[in-house]
Every structure is written in structure tokens, then in C-alpha cells.
């Protein structure tokens, strides 16, 4: 890595891209976290000025939840991320979503009622680039453990994820080829109903062949987040994603 990155908040993404990358910082909010990791707050600007001089900044925690916090986001990255490759991890829930199966793309509407969706589009007006995650995957973070704990039960849903590989490989490449005020979807572009994904999952022994879905459960419209932009800009149409299961 020829350029200085630091990552704001080391969590589940931030974690696996220093793992990756183990010469860029990192930052917590934790102050007792070991002395490799620069203690920064956001909502904490006495803070602010623990963070070294840098090129690149991987800003992976939301940016405001209410008015105050979205000001207080746009006046840190005035401060420290302004003339540096700055990319913001945001959702693919950014996006308005409408109709049965739409496909989201980054022309796609934003929900600007929403705080952090508004800090967000601010900050990359002023020049950061936002990158909407779909659901992550990865060592410890399984789409297995959201069908046996129920949080998804529409047999006919479709869940757009993205593996956290895929996301650190991505991010490097987004910083390698930055492009201010830049919007990118990641996700794997595999599209699979959840019933099929369990059907996998019993065939490969790791799911209880005595699993169901509940018989009464809310229905919600599918989306089918399209990741053609970041594969035609950044990446290349022979780039294989990790799929699931």
C-alpha cells in the first residue's frame, strides 16, 4: 500500500481490512483498546486531533442518526477528510425502494428522511465517495444464523449480500482509482430466494433437514440491488464474487 490510510471505527469490515492491509491505522471509540488503535469519537471533537496525517480515509460507522449529529459529521470531514481519498460505508437501504423485484442502482432515489442517508449525500457532495453495502457475510457472520433465529422468514425473499472479502478487495481498488463525489453499489450480483439458499444449505449437511419456514410471516417486496456499475468502473466482468452458501 504505497498511500497512508487510516480506518475510522475497526468493526467487522474495518477489522478484516486492516487484517488485510496490516500497515494502515485504525481507530475506536473504545479507549481501552490495545495502543495500536487510535481512540477517536466522532461526537468526541477533542478527539479529532488524535488522528495522525494521512491520504486515505475508510469511514465505516454511520454518520449521524439526528440533525446535530449530521452537522457534526460535515464539520469533521471539513477538518480532517477534505483533501484526502475519503470512501463512507453506507446500506443498500439508502435507497427508496417502491416496486416487487426493483432493481437499485445508483440513480436509484435516495430516503433523505432519513438522518444518516442526508449526512451521507452531503458529504459526498463535498467530495467523499459512498460505497452501499449489501448484507455482509463472512467468518462469524453467517446468513445460516438468520434463518434459524428467525429474523428472515419470506421463503420467496431474496437477500443481496456481499462477502467481507469482497468488500476489502474492493475498497482498495476504490481507493486506488478514487473518484470524488462517487456512488458504488457492492453486491455479489447472486440473486437467490431465500428457500433456495436453505435447500443448499441442506444439501451441504449444514442446515437441520427438519428446518421450515413459518407458516405465517410478513411479506415483504423484494429489490435486486445491481452492482453493474462498480464491475464495468472498478472492477472487471471476469471478477468472481463469493457466493452463498
Known amino acids: 500500500m504505497s498511500q497512508k490510510t487510516i480506518v475510522l471505527g475497526k468493526g467487522y469490515v474495518g477489522s478484516f481490512y486492516c487484517k488485510k492491509f496490516p500497515e494502515c491505522l485504525a481507530t ?3 479507549r481501552d483498546s490495545d495502543n495500536t488503535i487510535i481512540y477517536f469519537d466522532l461526537l468526541n471533537k477533542n478527539s479529532w486531533n488524535n488522528l495522525p496525517e ?48 426493483e432493481v437499485i442502482d445508483e440513480m436509484t432515489p435516495l430516503d433523505l428522511t432519513n438522518w444518516r442517508i ?29 434463518f434459524v433465529q428467525g429474523r428472515v422468514q419470506d421463503p420467496d425473499g431474496i437477500i443481496n449480500l456481499i462477502h467481507v472479502d469482497d468488500i476489502v478487495f474492493c475498497l ?26 436453505t435447500d443448499e444449505l441442506k444439501k451441504n449437511k449444514e442446515l437441520s433437514d427438519k428446518f421450515i419456514f413459518p407458516l405465517q410471516y410478513s411479506k415483504k417486496m423484494n429489490k435486486i440491488v445491481s452492482n453493474k456499475k462498480l464491475v464495468t468502473e472498478i472492477l472487471s466482468n471476469d471478477y468472481s464474487f463469493k457466493s452463498y452458501p
Open 118 to 146: 442526508k449526512a451521507e449525500e452531503e458529504l459526498r457532495i463535498l467530495g467523499a465517495s459512498i460505497v452501499h453495502l449489501a448484507g455482509i457475510f463472512g467468518p462469524n457472520r453467517l446468513p445460516i444464523n438468520w
Open 172 to 197: 482498495h481498488l476504490l481507493l486506488e482509482k478514487f473518484k470524488k463525489g462517487s456512488r458504488y453499489n457492492l453486491c455479489n450480483g447472486i440473486y437467490k430466494n431465500n428457500y433456495k439458499i
Open 54 to 101: 494521512c491520504d486515505e480515509v475508510i469511514w465505516t460507522f454511520a454518520s449521524a442518526n439526528n440533525e446535530a449529529e449530521k452537522n457534526i459529521a460535515i464539520e469533521f470531514y471539513k477538518f480532517y477528510c477534505l483533501n484526502k481519498r475519503t470512501v463512507i460505508l453506507s446500506t443498500t437501504s439508502a435507497y427508496i425502494h417502491k416496486l416487487d423485484n
Open 28 to 30: 475506536s471509540r473504545n
